[in-house]
């Protein structure tokens, strides 16, 4: 799921506690709502995978209008 124009995260964490698997990338282009959002994400989206703990939520300094990454998505949200 890309949440576009994820802003603090709220969108992406929403999905995460409701789904709990998948990947889930957040777009922003304020870089303290990037940073302060992959901080909450190491503790709130962490799962233990194959005897790792792998965090599925990331936030990236982009655009939505961005050229958008290879990979597909199942959903793409943009919630104002």
Request: net charge negative; proline share 2%; glycine share 8%.
């Amino acid at each position: 799921v890309l949440d576009a124009g994820s802003g603090w995260g709220g969108t992406t964490f929403k999905f995460f506690e409701k789904y709990k698997k998948g990947k889930f990338l957040g777009y922003s282009i304020d870089p303290t709502q990037v940073r302060v959002s992959n901080t909450k994400a190491q503790e709130i989206c962490t799962l233990q995978i194959d005897d790792k703990n792998e965090t599925i939520c990331e936030f990236h300094l982009k655009s939505y209008n961005e050229k958008l990454p290879k990979e597909t998505f199942d959903a793409i949200v943009g919630i104002e």
